[in-house]
Structures are given as C-alpha cells and as structure tokens.
C-alpha cells in the first residue's frame, strides 16, 4: 500500500531528519517551501525552529496564509517545539507583532525552559503507552492551559517540572514540545501518520 504523502515545511529546523522518520513509518515526504508545494499533500510537519523568524519566513514565502487555510480545512498537522508554537491559539510571552497558525486551542510558553544551554532530556510516557520515550527538549516551550477538546498526551514528572504538558492532540492536529526526529524512536512520527491515513479514509 502507498503511503500517504506529507509535508514537511522546510524553512527552519530538523527538515531531513523528520522526512527521514516519516519514510521510516511507510509515508511519502515532501519538503514544502511554496504555496504549489502545499497541493496534493494529506498531511503536513511544522518542525522546530525559532517561532517569531518561523513566523516572518511563511509571511515571506507567501505560505502563511495558505497554509492557514488548509489548516482550517482540516489538513492534519503535527508540530514539534517551535511548531507547537505555531499551532498554538495562544503565547505567552510572544513579541508584539507574532503571529500563529493557531488551531490549538491550548496556551503554551515560548522557551519555558530555558535557553539553549539548558537543553535537556528526559524518560515520559506518551499517549499512555509503554515503555518510556526518550524525549529531547531544545529551547522548548511547554502547554501552559488546555481547552475542552483538548487531549494531553504527555506530562514531565521530576526535575522540578511536574505535570507541565509537553504533548497534545486536538481533532487532526497533534503536537510536542519535544523533538522525536533527533531519538530515532518513531512513535510520535508513527502515530501522525495513522492520523493522516484515518483521516484520508
């Protein structure tokens, strides 16, 4: 069976290494740069990055707007780090003129964990499933507040973070504070792509 074929937006961030896991889990990857890209894709990854210049680029490239649509059309979508960001309704702490994608409806907060130099990793159970994943967190943000129809997938526990949620689902959008292309463990990858074929059918 074909697998379905899936943007990845190649302004910023871990584009090869998420192309890499998504041909690994049985789907077709495209990188997207321009609006023409955008057609005929069922699905589409909004990688890491930097938000605010994420942002500035999809203006620049004439991609905001369209992608914006597609994504209230229904495109389903899966962000990590900078890309939970841009699918957020809501920043904390966004610059004046930030804008987002939006479709989340969840709050999160830009680089709440610190800078760069305070990356780290940690053991977190995602979607309820064993055994741990492996997560990376990179600048990250974290979810600050949920709405109703908004499923967490994943929590921290220790470090002094406990209970701040680092993954969730609302309808055909899925997202992560953390980076799952940089472990090699495809669960996250894999389960984006069983939204996309569900929702192709």
Same mark, same amino acid.
């Given at each position: 069976?074909?697998?379905?074929?899936?943007?990845?937006?190649? +302004? !910023?961030?871990?584009? *090869? /290494?998420?192309?890499? @896991?998504?041909? $690994?889990?049985?789907?077709?990857?495209?990188?997207?740069? &321009?609006?023409?890209?955008?057609?005929?894709?069922?699905?589409?990854?909004?990688?890491?990055?930097?938000?605010?210049?994420?942002?500035?680029?999809?203006?620049?490239?004439?991609?905001?707007?369209? +992608? !914006?649509?597609?994504? *209230? /059309?229904?495109?389903? @979508?899966?962000? $990590?780090?900078?890309?939970?960001?841009?699918?957020?309704? &809501?920043?904390?702490?966004?610059?004046?003129?930030?804008?987002?994608?939006?479709?989340?409806?969840?709050?999160?907060?830009?680089?709440?964990?610190?800078?760069?130099?305070?990356?780290?990793?940690?053991?977190?159970?995602?979607?309820?499933?064993?055994?741990?994943?492996?997560?990376?967190?990179?600048?990250?943000?974290?979810?600050?507040?949920?709405?109703?129809?908004?499923?967490?997938?994943?929590?921290?526990?220790?470090?002094?973070?406990?209970?701040?949620?680092?993954?969730?689902?609302?309808?055909?959008?899925?997202?992560?504070?953390?980076?799952?292309?940089?472990?090699?463990?495809?669960?996250?990858?894999?389960?984006?792509?069983?939204?996309?074929?569900?929702?192709?059918?």
């Amino acid at each position: 069976m074909t697998g379905p074929t899936i943007g990845v937006l190649a +302004l !910023q961030g871990d584009v *090869r /290494e998420h192309v890499r @896991a998504l041909e $690994s889990v049985g789907a077709h990857a495209v990188p997207v740069r &321009r609006e023409r890209e955008l057609h005929g894709i069922q699905g589409m990854v909004i990688p890491g990055g930097e938000s605010t210049v994420m942002d500035k680029l999809l203006r620049a490239f004439e991609l905001f707007d369209p +992608l !914006q649509e597609r994504l *209230r /059309e229904g495109l389903v @979508a899966y962000g $990590s780090c900078a890309g939970m960001i841009m699918l957020a309704d &809501r920043v904390a702490d966004a610059t004046a003129d930030q804008r987002t994608l939006g479709g989340l409806d969840v709050t999160v907060r830009r680089n709440a964990f610190g800078r760069q130099v305070d990356s780290f990793e940690r053991d977190i159970t995602y979607a309820g499933s064993p055994p741990p994943m492996r997560a990376v967190f990179i600048r990250a943000p974290w979810v600050e507040d949920v709405g109703p129809q908004v499923e967490v997938l994943a929590r921290l526990e220790g470090g002094g973070f406990d209970g701040r949620v680092v993954a969730v689902r609302q309808g055909t959008l899925l997202a992560t504070s953390f980076h799952p292309e940089v472990t090699g463990d495809l669960r996250v990858h894999s389960h984006f792509v069983d939204l996309v074929r569900q929702r192709a059918q």
